[in-house]
């Protein structure tokens, strides 16, 4: 199974990143899961799936507030292959990615250089012109998800809800 783990993200800014993904270039490919990605685990067994279920579950974060920030590309403006719209604060985001990175370091190779985003689109064109409004949402939890062997498919395994106390 192919896995990753994520934030998934509110109705009303799925809803907004549409009406942004709607003004973009017809040549630009557009995202049709948008999340924020805390950690790709690629190839997984079935076995190993069960394990990452039980290290995950034993997480333990307060909920925490987003707000979308700027919109960027990767991996160079010069170069541009992927659209991102980012979040901040950097802190609470961080710290669950590590949180994460931690329960799997001896399972994944570690993520060297997260950047906490959101992939609205990718390109090859070199220049587009997009603002963002920034609108906030509340992270209660994040989720296991298999990609399909068809593009666009995704399924939730799991969901990991925050532990507020």
């Known amino acids: 199974m192919r896995l990753f783990i994520a934030i998934s993200l509110p109705l009303f800014?799925?809803?907004?990143?549409?009406?942004?993904?709607?003004?973009?270039?017809?040549?630009?490919?557009?995202t049709t899961h948008l999340h924020v990605t805390l950690k790709f685990l690629g190839e997984v067994t079935p076995e190993n799936t069960n394990l990452v279920i039980e290290r995950l579950s034993t997480i333990h974060f307060?909920?925490?507030?987003?707000?979308?920030?700027d919109i960027g590309v990767f991996?160079?403006?010069?170069?541009?292959?992927?659209?991102?719209?980012?979040?901040?604060?950097?802190?609470?985001i961080l710290h669950l990615q590590q949180l994460i990175e931690s329960r799997l370091s001896d399972l994944f190779e570690s993520e060297q250089h997260f950047h906490p985003h959101i992939t609205v689109a990718r390109t090859k064109e070199k220049t587009f012109a997009h603002s963002i409004k920034p609108h906030s949402f509340t992270v209660s939890g994040f989720?296991?998800?298999?990609?399909?062997?068809?593009p666009g498919k995704y399924t939730v395994l799991q969901r990991f809800p925050s532990k507020d106390l």
Do not use: C, N
Request: aromatic fraction near 10%.
């Open 13 to 30: 800014l799925i809803d907004y990143l549409r009406e942004l993904q709607k003004h973009m270039s017809s040549s630009f490919q557009k």
């Open 62 to 69: 307060k909920s925490f507030d987003l707000t979308l920030h």
């Open 75 to 92: 991996p160079s403006a010069k170069y541009p292959r992927i659209i991102w719209v980012g979040v901040k604060p950097a802190e609470p």
């Open 143 to 150: 989720d296991l998800i298999q990609s399909g062997p068809q």
